[in-house]
RNA sequence: GGCCCGUUCGUCUAAGGGUUAGGACACCACCCUUUCACGGUGGUGAUACGAGUUCGAAUCUCGUACGGGCUACCA
């Protein structure tokens, strides 16, 4: 049998999209492009009331932004849409009700007050969540324990209700998760999972399980939260189409933040990103800076993610995108949970930032140079400046700090540094310096080099001594490249311009 | 509480019955560098615990502890 591989991530547009949903999305990518298979966005909005609108091209613009895009796209109905849950309503129905006619499923009349006063009357020590099961579910207001003819009454009178699934008495369901290997449950201890809400709308155990049949998914990879309700799913596809039409299924370990699943508040209080891109809550209208605004380049922040829990086994650490296709594999990923470290996640960008070439950085740093009002107008100038300062940012906005000066003449110099030694012997030097400079004929590094120390020893004064305040002269403080190739960029009028032009600073 | 999953340096991990338990981040020291970085060399640092199987266990089995997840008409 050569199955045709289909992947499907099926993010829900009710909050941003975190760490854990990208690395989903990105092994799910990964194995469909490994296997020449298709990979699909399925939109889960079956709980309306948490609907964020905008949401979802929010989250296909972190897609995009990663260079994860889906082969169907989830907007448009191709063969197997629509993509997302609320347009695919009538699907699900009939499939519940298919289930209450196999004798699979009932109808489930309670409301919402009377589930909680169950849920009160029946906790206790032992049991603080008692479950819809095969015991409660005798005292509750079913088609399991009402007449046929009280059902058809309440039916007939539009009475709000749910499908639930019934769970079979005594069975073990068992499965093969890719990284897991075999996995049993007793099904004694699932309860009676809602199908259908009162709404019309599906739970996501029946949208899944549709949605996986109808578009025909080979494997679906999630996170391992899902664990608990998987044997709810594998029984729905046995009731409904057969367990050889089953995917596979691969339970994903979770990220974890510094106290358990990684969550929005751990961004907020330890002061890193969780989300791909920035993400305002909706009701608290509060900002989450997103990986890709904090100055990450999409290569790096793929690349984090995918060693976050996998390797191929080398020692190698850093992957393109390409070759992570290449590479990856199902059973090298994890089945213990990984904990983020934001450390690390620098390093992975300061080494694609270090690596990168220099026109792979020029639009973003132009981006960033214009919008702190510095005019870059040509290329050539801008990317030989990339390439001098890219070992030392980390995240993109360093550029900002080591760069600006080649793009505008320092307004202020550190004169408390350089003031306490400045003489009339080192004013003497740099004006000579300057007559120097004037009749240099290659402005190179080198050569300005040269030049320097022979002035240097002529006027027996430490090299040191002078190295610092030029540098300050030129950039304004302490700090960027080695001094003599920042004059080279800068050029010859530009550098005596700030030389003369600091001077005056140090003599006042 | 019940069920499920997990456990190798602080963190991410390698090692699939025999290794001085390897690498990376972080940290420390030194070298390079008359700034800051990059780079180089070295260092501190781990098999949760207890039994069992075996000539031999991080590795297989069982128990304990710890961590995490689930236990909604959320996903």
Same mark, same amino acid.
């Given at each position: ?291 890709? @605004? #904090?100055?990450?380049?999409? /290569?790096? !922040? +793929?690349?984090? =993610?995918? *060693? %976050?829990?996998?390797?191929?086994? $080398? ?109 009339? @012997? #080192?004013?003497?030097?740099? /004006?000579? !310096? +300057?007559?120097? =400079?004037? *009749? %240099?004929?290659?402005?190179?590094? $080198? ?62």
């Amino acid at each position: 049998m050569n199955k045709r591989v289909r992947v499907r991530f099926a993010p829900s547009p009710t909050g941003g999209l975190h760490l854990g949903g990208v690395r989903t999305v990105l092994y799910n990518y990964l194995f469909a492009k490994q296997h020449k298979g298709d990979f699909i966005v399925r939109i889960e909005d079956t709980d309306q009331s948490r609907y964020v609108a905008g949401a979802e091209q929010y989250i296909f613009n972190c897609l995009n932004w990663a260079g994860l895009v889906p082969d169907e796209s989830p907007f448009n109905a191709g063969a197997y849409g629509p993509y997302r849950q609320s347009e695919r309503k009538p699907i699900y129905r009939k499939y519940a009700e298919q289930l209450v006619q196999q004798g699979n499923a009932y109808y489930a009349f309670d409301t919402p007050e009377e589930l909680e006063k169950m849920r009160n009357d029946f906790k206790s020590a032992e049991n603080p969540s008692p479950q819809y099961d095969l015991d409660l579910r005798k005292k509750m207001r079913n088609s399991l324990t009402l007449t046929e003819e009280e059902v058809r009454k309440l039916l007939s009178e539009n009475t709000k209700h749910v499908i639930r699934i019934k769970i079979p008495e005594k069975e073990t369901i068992s499965f093969t998760d890719m990284i897991r290997g075999e996995v049993h449950f007793d099904t004694s201890l699932v309860d009676d999972k809602v199908l259908l809400k009162a709404d019309g709308m599906p739970t996501y155990h029946l949208a899944v399980v549709v949605d996986d049949y109808l578009m025909k998914i080979t494997h679906a990879f999630r996170g391992e939260e899902w664990l608990p309700s998987a044997p709810v799913h594998i029984l729905l596809w046995k009731y409904l189409f057969g367990l050889e039409e089953m995917p596979q299924w691969a339970h994903l370990p979770l990220i974890l933040g510094p106290s358990g699943k990684l969550s929005k508040r751990d961004g907020a209080t330890y002061g890193f990103p969780v989300f791909a891109m920035n993400w305002t809550d909706p009701t608290t209208k509060e900002l989450s800076e997103g990986f890709k @605004e #904090k100055g990450f380049l999409p /290569e790096a !922040f +793929i690349n984090l =993610l995918a *060693l %976050l829990g996998w390797n191929d086994g $080398t020692e190698q650490e850093i992957f393109t995108l390409e070759e992570l296709i290449n590479k990856f594999s199902i059973e090298r990923v994890h089945s213990g949970g990984a904990k983020f470290d934001y450390e690390k996640a620098k390093w992975f960008n300061h080494e694609w930032i270090k690596h990168s070439e220099a026109d792979r950085l020029r639009s973003e740093v132009k981006t960033l140079l214009e919008e702190r009002g510095f005019s870059v107008r040509d290329d050539v100038y801008l990317e030989k400046v990339i390439e001098l300062v890219k070992e030392r940012c980390i995240v993109l906005p360093d550029f900002l700090e080591q760069s600006s000066f080649f793009f505008k003449t320092p307004e202020s110099w550190d004169v408390e540094t350089v003031k306490p030694k400045w003489n009339i @012997e #080192k004013k003497i030097f740099f /004006e000579s !310096f +300057i007559q120097q =400079l004037l *009749l %240099l004929k290659n402005w190179n590094a $080198t050569d300005i080099e040269i030049l320097f120390k022979k002035l240097v020893t002529e006027n027996k004064i430490k090299a040191g001594e002078l190295l610092f305040p030029l540098r300050i002269m030129l950039v304004g403080g302490k700090f960027g490249p080695p001094v003599f190739n920042i004059t080279e960029l800068l050029g010859k009028e530009e550098t005596i311009k700030r030389i003369k032009l600091a001077s005056i600073q140090f003599d006042s």
